[in-house]
Each structure stands twice: as structure tokens, then as C-alpha cells.
């Protein structure tokens, strides 16, 4: 779970740095690309799988509030559980402020397309 997690943060890392600092024609096909997976039955799949991650990310804060109390003084074995839900919550929660952040940007560049299409005709 720990390297899917670190490899979705790394490709949606890659993905918004090419979507922010890139040229144009790079930016252009990730742009199409994003319009591909957003229009067709992409959208219809992207909204389940962010629903579900989320779910499974609150699951996570739930069970790592359950294991440290104020009043239970942890042994090993729980605080490697502890360690480990955090760590998988952390880079859930990542995934899924990058995944915002992606589509924010794409928004953003795809409303800012008209405006610069108009400024280049004059």
C-alpha cells in the first residue's frame, strides 16, 4: 500500500509540475489529455474512487484516534500500528489535495484558453 500511495504522489506530483512550469505544447496535451479522461466515462469512474478514498482516509483518522488515547499508555506493537495508519493517512491525504490541486490547475488553465485564443486574433 505504502509504494501505490508513493507512486500515485510521484505521478501526480510529475503531472501538476508539467501542468504549472512546462511550454505550452506540453501543457496543451496534458490539458487535452485531462479533457479526455474528464469527459468520457472518466468522470463517472474518477467520482467513486475519490469518494472512496476518502472514506478509507477518515477510516484511517478514525482507527489512529482509536489506538492513542490520553489516558493508554502505548506498547511497541501499537505504536507501529499507530506509525503505520499515520503514514498511510498522510500519504492518502496527499493524494488527495494533489488530485484537487490537478484539477483545480486544469480548470484554471482550461477557462484561462478563450481568453488567450481572443488575445492572439487581435
Known sequence: MHLFLS?????????????????????????????????????????????????VFISMVYDAKGIWTEDVVLNAADEVLMVNLVLKATLMGFALYLALLTYGFHKYIKGSRPWEAAKEKH
Not at 503531472?15 to 479522461?37: G, H, N, P, Q
Request: aromatic residues 4%; proline residues 2%.
Open 7 to 55: 507512486l500515485l504522489l510521484l505521478s501526480e506530483m510529475t503531472l501538476l509540475f508539467a501542468l504549472v512550469f512546462s511550454s505550452s505544447k506540453l501543457r496543451e496535451l496534458i490539458t487535452k489529455m485531462l479533457d479526455k479522461i474528464v469527459e468520457g466515462k472518466g468522470g463517472a469512474i474518477s467520482l467513486p474512487v475519490v469518494a472512496t478514498l476518502t472514506v
